[in-house]
């Protein structure tokens, strides 16, 4: 946001009649906070937990804001949410704190203390096919990660020993790359998603990460799953019920990915949504 767009947006909100009003929906959902001026149409603020500060107008509240249509005039990335937040108020002017102070129950909204974001990645799972002599190399056979579904608790356990091995339970201190101030901790797991078992790797940051930092870390948890701290852990077999079962957190497959929990679950119902047509 330059100063002559900061300019205008003030001279905008001046002239405003109507209050500004918090969407409270919008903060309880824990996506930021949502300022708009109230009426049919009128003029908005959006402050995201990333610190992105966006301003616009929009059309059409009816019956509600969450109905109306956005157009954004100005973005500012500010470096995190408290920033975004006293520009905002800066931006609003005097009538936006009057209006906001006025309101019942006013909050102020702040970020939680730490986040938790979750990383997804598919596991490859593999057994032996048929009989082989001891000093020969198996043939192996893929099968799908469902079948790992009544092993989780082993596999949850064989992990942690993994893990152990490597250095501890937590691998924060191991990652050197853009967002190494936000992370505060890396736990790798597994979890039931569906009919199938998934990899995930549980992350607790001091502030949410920007989009870029987001794609270093998931870059970084691939590393770990293909020649860092899994390196071996699809070597060693599980015996179980379904036979010998190797699992591996990578694989070099097209379909291989490491996704942050957004962007896993807009995957998740777009294959959904695919196997539906089909």
Not at 73 to 86: G, L, M, P
């Amino acid at each position: 946001m330059t100063k002559k767009e900061f300019a205008m947006w003030q001279a905008i909100t001046k002239d405003s009649q109507f209050r500004w009003t918090e969407d409270e929906i919008y903060r309880l959902n824990g996506r930021g906070a949502f300022y708009y001026t109230g009426g049919e149409d009128g003029i908005y603020m959006k402050i995201q937990n990333d610190g992105m500060l966006e301003a616009g107008n929009y059309e059409g509240a009816i019956p509600h804001i969450g109905e109306a249509f956005f157009k954004p005039a100005v973005q500012r990335q500010c470096k995190d949410y408290n920033e975004a937040y006293t520009t905002a108020m800066e931006a609003g002017g005097k009538q936006f704190l009057i209006d906001m102070l006025t309101q019942p129950d006013f909050i102020i909204p702040e970020p939680d203390e730490e986040v938790t974001v979750n990383f997804y990645c598919p596991l490859s799972v593999k057994t032996e096919d048929g009989d082989y002599e001891y000093d020969e190399e198996p043939n192996f056979v893929d099968l799908d990660s469902g079948v790992l579904l009544p092993h989780e608790e082993q596999i949850r356990a064989a992990l942690a020993e993994e893990m152990a091995r490597g250095g501890g339970a937590d691998m924060a201190s191991y990652y050197d790359g853009i967002a190494k101030d936000k992370l505060l901790s890396a736990k790798w797991d597994v979890e039931a998603v569906g009919d199938e078992l998934y990899g995930v790797i549980h992350t607790t940051l001091t502030e949410p990460l920007t989009e870029e930092e987001t794609a270093d870390l998931a870059v970084w948890i691939s590393g770990q799953n293909s020649d860092g701290l899994l390196e071996n852990f699809g070597e060693e077999p599980f015996d179980t019920a379904d036979g010998n079962l190797y699992v591996d957190f990578w694989d070099s497959g097209d379909d291989y990915f490491v996704l942050d929990e957004d962007a896993f679950w807009d995957h998740i119902n777009d294959d959904q949504q695919m196997g539906g047509l089909q």
